[in-house]
Nanobody, 126 residues
Framework: QVQLVESGGGLVQAGGSLRLSCAAS????????MGWFRQAPGKEREFVAR????????YYADSVKGRFTISTDNAKNTVYLQMNSLKPEDTAVYYC???????????????????WGQGTQVTVSS
């Protein structure tokens, strides 16, 4: 089992920045990649970013490319999502997720991720 705990959400004005953290514990050696997803009210959960646990490869949704950066600190078993130039449409609950062995080509599919955190709210005011 892998436990994931997100932190760092909050209220920020448009154009501002936040850094989300996702601390992993348990059988972290089984993790192949980590992802960030978000879900706004009334909408489906959507892919935001993904990184291999080694940090060797990253992927982003087009809507956040150039503004968000995903990174890992393996010594701390933590994944980060640095969010800059935030927009009101970035408002959502953000979730981190762990994938044990699936292909990066399936990265947008919520069902390939084996473990999920509880989520952290990000609200961007206009």
């Amino acid at each position: 089992q892998v436990q994931l705990v997100e932190s760092g959400g909050g209220l920020v004005q448009a154009g501002g920045s936040l850094r989300l953290s996702c601390a992993a514990s348990g059988r972290t050696f089984s993790i192949y990649a980590m992802g960030w997803f978000r879900q706004a009210p009334g909408k489906e959960r959507e892919f935001v970013a993904r990184i291999r646990w080694s940090g060797a490869r990253t992927y982003y949704a087009d809507s956040v490319k150039g503004r968000f950066t995903i990174s890992t600190d393996n010594a701390k078993n933590t994944v980060y999502l640095q969010m800059n130039s935030l927009k009101p449409e970035d408002t959502a609950v953000y979730y981190c997720a762990a994938d044990r062995f699936n292909s990066d080509s399936d990265r947008r599919n919520v069902y390939i991720y084996d473990y999920w955190g509880q989520g952290t709210q990000v609200t961007v005011s206009s």
